[in-house]
């Protein structure tokens, strides 16, 4: 009979090889899943295999889907294909730059989780997570050079003749808004920040036809001299931000007056920001003239938010991204913003509702000069050469 230490020796060896054929068989396990088994559906039944085409189609729900036509797509496709284009590896084919760019849009234009969107797309949530950042990424460097580029005189003076001829307010550059973007970031994130509640200040000078003409996106933490300090604020400072030359209200024999940019109180009054009047119940005529006109320059400011959430609503939550990643994706959207109005417009029903939150009002410092400048504009706007038939109505 064999001994003892014979047996045991040979129960030994027999457990080695077990475990070896089980840690092969898991191995091969795992090479056969290197694709989670409902992420190989992805090129049949994900929405972007199974549902482009038929969507292409139907131009009003392809609209709705991407939230923009068939060919503003295709342009803009056009003009990124090559940054989104990936090489083919020997374990798997890469993801074409339109399933890219289409999952990108989804999730702006949704704001869904990326969990979310893995059941639909039938992509690794980390890999959509890659997919939209890299994408919005390079969105905004291959569209801001077209739609947000740096404002000229000539640009502002344009601006400017928009608002005469529309909002029938003169020397106004643009109307001036400020708006908090919330901001959620992850428990995993590394950021000193996590935990806290996060917002980014986003400033921005729209024109009449609700595009963004000056765009900036900044961490703000409750500071009040954010516009001093933003790239804005100190280029109107050293005036090297090419704002026209001061220039006489139409019809009026008044001094020269600064071009402007038409605030709400989220900004302080200054040289080239006016400010409405406040303690509405102490106000006089020419002064609540004054606050009604500037409220209609100022809302093409609120319009160009309103169509940027209408259109891109993963501004209706905060966002659970990393500032940085966050910072990205708000920075896509704006320039897509432009990007669809210049092609296509905007539907004046998107207009009338504003979800962004304001950044709060701002104690203004007023010189002489600045308040005489304002007193001037009220002035006029209530003299023959500046008033409007209907600007009585209800004061």
Do not use: W
């Given at each position: 009979m064999p001994?003892?230490?014979?047996?045991?020796?040979?129960?030994?060896?027999?457990?080695l090889l077990r475990r070896r054929r089980l840690r092969e068989e898991a191995r091969i396990q795992r090479v056969r899943n290197w694709v989670n088994p409902l992420n190989s559906q992805r090129l049949a039944?994900?929405?972007?295999?199974?549902?482009?085409?038929?969507?292409?189609?139907?131009?009003?729900?392809?609209?709705?889907?991407l939230r923009m036509s068939v060919s503003s797509y295709e342009q803009l496709l056009a003009l990124v294909r090559d940054d989104l284009r990936r090489t083919d590896t020997a374990m798997r084919r890469a993801i074409t730059p339109e399933e890219r760019l289409v999952v990108t849009l989804r999730y702006l234009a949704t704001g869904s989780s990326f969990a979310s969107l893995h059941y639909e797309f039938l992509m690794g949530t980390s890999t959509i997570r890659g997919i939209v950042k890299d994408t919005c990424q390079i969105l905004w460097e291959r569209l801001c050079i077209h739609e947000i580029p740096s404002p000229s005189s000539e640009t502002w003076g344009n601006v400017s003749d928009g608002f005469l001829r529309s909002n029938h307010f003169p020397n106004c550059v643009g109307a001036l808004a400020?708006?908090?973007?919330?901001?959620?970031?992850?428990?995993?994130?590394?950021?000193?920040?996590?935990?806290?509640?996060?917002?980014?200040?986003?400033?921005?000078?729209?024109?009449?036809?609700?595009?963004?003409?000056?765009?900036e996106l900044c961490m703000y933490e409750g500071d009040p001299s954010l516009l001093r300090r933003s790239m804005i604020g100190r280029s109107l400072a050293?005036?090297?931000?090419?704002?026209?030359?001061?220039?006489?209200?139409?019809?009026?024999?008044?001094?020269?007056?600064?071009?402007?940019?038409?605030?709400?109180?989220?900004?302080p009054l200054s040289s080239h920001i006016l400010q409405p009047y406040t303690a509405e119940s102490d106000l006089s005529i020419p002064q609540k003239i004054f606050n009604y006109r500037l409220s209609r320059a100022r809302r093409p400011a609120q319009c160009a938010f309103s169509l940027l959430a209408k259109k891109w609503?993963?501004?209706?939550?905060p966002i659970p991204l990393a500032v940085d990643f966050a910072m990205t994706v708000v920075k896509a959207a704006c320039v897509l913003h432009n990007y669809v109005l210049r092609r296509e417009g905007?539907?004046?029903?998107?207009?009338?509702?504003?979800?962004?939150?304001?950044?709060?009002?701002?104690?203004?410092?007023?010189?002489?000069?600045?308040?005489?400048?304002?007193e001037t504009y009220a002035a006029y706007f209530t003299s023959p050469e500046g008033e409007l038939p209907l600007q009585y109505e209800g004061i």
């Open positions: 001994s003892r230490r014979f047996v045991a020796a040979l129960l030994a060896i027999v457990l039944s994900g929405q972007f295999h199974a549902r482009l085409t038929q969507l292409r189609q139907c131009p009003e729900s392809f609209r709705h889907y400020g708006k908090h973007v919330r901001v959620r970031q992850p428990m995993s994130s590394a950021s000193p920040l996590v935990n806290r509640p996060v917002h980014l200040a986003l400033l921005a000078v729209a024109d009449t036809s609700y595009r963004f003409v000056a765009l050293a005036g090297s931000l090419h704002i026209p030359p001061d220039k006489s209200l139409p019809g009026s024999q008044s001094a020269p007056l600064p071009h402007v940019f038409a605030a709400g109180k989220t900004f609503q993963i501004f209706l939550k905007c539907v004046l029903e998107d207009t009338l509702e504003d979800p962004i939150p304001d950044m709060p009002a701002q104690l203004s410092y007023d010189s002489s000069a600045v308040v005489d400048m304002r």
